[in-house]
């Protein structure tokens, strides 16, 4: 069994996370949210498949999506002021150089941040403000010691498996910010990897990569 294949079993065996959540937000903020469904869904009768949906940012059209989410079964959160404020002293990220132009880059923090960051990708560096973050509770520590995880969606297709890349975030000196550091890679499935993002703790991540026999 190789190290990948060992790290996916892993997931499975230790997170034990429910696959029955077919969607996952991020870029939440109080005014607004994206949603990234893992199968095509049609949210009224009569209307086109989708499998990215955004609630909106005006107050009306958020109110509304809520209600079309709602009547399809699911539901979805949006940010308190009190949680962005945790996080607005936060630095931006520096993304290596990724071979992708179309849909978007996801980064989460688990445990740390209930939703991930998506920038739409490009050929050039990704940077991701990590003021936008919805923090479960104010950082009591330093932002280096956690596990980062990336991965690539396209935002208008269904998912199938989510490739998720470890890494760790350093310094920039005399600067507000951070570089990400990629140290390894494992693929799981679709579900599998949605309920990571958001649902892992930062002692599970460390196991997984641990794990795959990653050097970090």
Known sequence: MDSLTKAA?????????????????????????????????????GTTQIHHFSLGREQAAVVKNLAVLADAGMSASL???EQMHWSEQLPLVY?????????????AIPELSRYPLAVNATLNRAVFNLANLVLTAPLNAELEKAYVLTT?????????????????????????????????????????????????????????ATQAHCNH
């Open 152 to 208: 690539w969606w396209d935002s208008e297709s269904e998912l199938t498996d989510i490739t998720l890349t470890f890494s760790r975030l350093e310094p920039v000196a005399n600067k507000a910010a951070h570089l990400l550091m990629p140290f390894c890679t494992t693929t799981v499935s679709a579900a599998k990897g949605l309920k990571i993002l958001t649902a892992a703790t930062q002692t599970q991540i460390k196991q997984m």
């Open 79 to 81: 940010a308190t002021a």
């Open 9 to 45: 079993a892993f997931v499975a065996m230790t997170l034990a996370l429910p696959v029955s959540a077919d969607f996952i937000q991020y870029n939440v903020t109080p005014h607004s949210s994206e949603i990234k469904f893992e199968k095509a869904v049609d949210l009224s009768a």
């Open 95 to 107: 993304a290596p150089k990724w071979q992708r132009d179309y849909g978007q880059y996801v980064l």
